[in-house]
């Protein structure tokens, strides 16, 4: 049971340089989030997809796309990247449906580590 | 300010030691409050949460919450040196996909 594989775990980008950070789970786990993690900061939420076909900003979107491929995938674009991407990037999945019981309790992936130059 | 804040440390204890970590919040409708610990070049994993107010216990671990003063604390006792990691707070409402999480808190535990 892999639970959640993140792709690449390494990239080095040039300024203005397009990419894309690939995401499964295999939990079958109904929302699904992209983070990123920064020294003092802590993580934070770039987009979510609560289910299969929706998708929502988190505190962070601004330079991002992302797109809920099916169920299992959910992929993060950067379209012109830029020195301030340069962060360590999170996926993480949940069986939480945002109903009113119980916690929304993540399982992330080992992270992207993205430089942009 | 942030909406949580935590000391991001370091912090060195000696093993055996009883380490206590901690994390103010400012939003008073969070409801759920987790503990995450990240050894070093991997992904955050859940340790354990608690609902509300009250304690809650498991195993070394004990996790704290006084919503009347907004502050969360994780307790470990007899620790270990495979304790050390950063250890991150989080928090959500009822029902909400957004989670928010603490800067972490380094720890190291020396044998």
Known sequence: ?117 | QKEVEQDPGPLSVPEGAIVSLNCTYSNSAFQYFMWYRQYSRKGPELLMYTYSSGNKEDGRFTAQVDKSSKYISLFIRDSQPSDSATYLCAMSGTGGFKTIFGAGTRLFVKA
């Not at chain 1, 299969?52 to 796309?65: A, F, L, Q, S, W």
Request: glycine share 10%; aromatic share 10%; net charge positive.
């Open chain 1, 1 to 117: 049971n892999a639970g959640v594989t993140q792709t690449p775990k390494f990239q080095v980008l040039k300024t203005g340089q397009s990419m894309t950070l690939q995401c499964a789970q295999d939990m079958n786990h109904n929302s699904m989030y992209w983070y990123r993690q920064d020294p003092g900061m802590g993580l934070r939420l770039i987009y979510y997809s609560a289910s299969e076909g929706t998708t929502d900003k988190g505190e962070v979107p601004n330079g991002y796309n992302v797109s809920r491929l099916n169920k299992r995938e959910f992929s993060l674009r950067l379209e012109s990247a830029a020195p301030s991407q340069t962060s360590v990037y999170f996926c993480a999945s949940s069986v939480f449906r945002g109903t009113a019981s119980g916690a929304n309790v993540l399982t992330f992936g080992a992270g992207s580590r993205l430089t942009v130059l």
